[in-house]
């Protein structure tokens, strides 16, 4: 990453010349940024969920020749990612981009940040910060004096800058955080809401994970550094801020449907019928030749039954023949 400055201004370049910012006072915000043209595609591919909310923006100046931007395009956010009245709420910006979602607005944030053998949420309350603060400069900057400087966050993950200590419980927010959206090498690009600036738009920077005089921490110490006076010994005390790596571990919560629901559905299933097991044999009948189609009779009613009952008619007793040699003896 370098910075120069020419007749055309400060600008800002990413490592592989991919991206280029211009700075103040050439432009007022830095709310647009310039991508290389033949490098678009590929920088689309690191983020394209985020990517579709960028717009090209066409030429307002013819360029020189021996101009920086030539071969560049000019691209600025949508107004989706506009600041509407939320005073430039930093963290929850970040989690939207982190996201690719403009309108989220859960409570519970996105972020995590290393803490022992576990990862705690960032941005829930003061007193949460504070332990992970504390638990930053006690471990981590201990491990590596040089953990500020090369606090490295992946696409889609965020920086964080917080005082050497926080007001606990006073409604205020006193750190700065900034999700990263692309990379060129050891360039992370961001774009972030700032507190610091009026605009109703958010903007782009970027910062060297590489050369500490370009990181995020040696970007915003100044805003954050605090110092006090010690009346003994007649000095000035600084007190240096932290650089936290904020992780994205956020996981879309599945809704479940009640149990009364998951009931009623299931009476309207209809569950196959039984088969029986004689059916399981298949018998084959040979093809008949159809056969005319005979015409319906009439219905006949029914015989009516008498109600006089009919006389049970005596059977004749068979009378006995005589044979006429039995007679006269």
């Not at 954050?224 to 000095?235: G, M, V």
């Not at 009476?267 to 029986?276: D, H, L």
Request: proline share 6%.
């Amino acid at each position: 990453m370098n910075i120069i400055k020419n007749e055309e201004g400060e600008l800002k370049i990413s490592d592989n010349e991919i991206f280029i910012l211009l700075l103040p006072p050439e432009t007022k915000n830095p709310t647009e940024i310039f991508i290389k043209e033949d490098s678009i595609k590929k920088i689309e591919e690191q983020n394209p969920s985020f990517f579709k909310f960028l717009f090209k923006e066409r030429a307002s100046r013819r360029l020189k020749e021996n101009s920086f931007l030539k071969g560049y395009e000019k691209y600025s956010i949508k107004k989706d990612f506009e600041i509407k009245g939320e005073k430039n709420d930093c963290l929850l910006f970040a989690e939207r981009v982190s996201l690719s979602n403009p309108k989220f607005e859960e409570k519970s944030s996105i972020f995590s940040v290393k803490s022992g053998k576990t990862d705690k949420k960032f941005g829930v309350s003061d007193k949460g910060n504070s332990q992970l603060l504390s638990y930053t400069k006690n471990y981590e900057i201990k491990k590596n004096p040089l953990h500020n400087l090369e606090v490295n966050p992946n696409i889609g993950d965020a920086y964080a800058m917080l005082p050497a200590e926080l007001p606990i419980d006073k409604g205020t927010c006193p750190y700065h955080a900034a999700s990263v959206i692309f990379k060129d090498g050891n360039t992370n690009i961001t774009i972030e809401a700032d507190a610091g600036i009026k605009t109703d738009k958010p903007i782009f920077d970027m910062y060297s994970s590489s050369q500490h005089k370009y990181s995020f921490y040696a970007s915003h110490m100044k805003t954050y550094l605090d110092h006090e006076f010690d009346e003994k010994t007649k000095k000035i005390k600084f007190k240096l801020p932290t650089t936290l790596l904020l992780k994205n571990t956020f996981k879309e919560k599945v809704k479940t449907k009640p149990k009364y629901e998951e009931e009623q559905e299931e009476k309207k299933i209809i569950k196959p019928i039984r088969r029986s097991s004689r059916l399981s044999v298949v018998e084959v009948i040979p093809l008949q030749q159809p056969q005319p189609l005979q015409q319906p009779q009439p219905l006949q009613e029914p015989e009516k039954k008498s109600k006089t009952k009919k006389k049970k008619q005596k059977k004749k007793k068979p009378t006995k023949k005589w044979f006429s040699r039995f007679r006269g003896r």
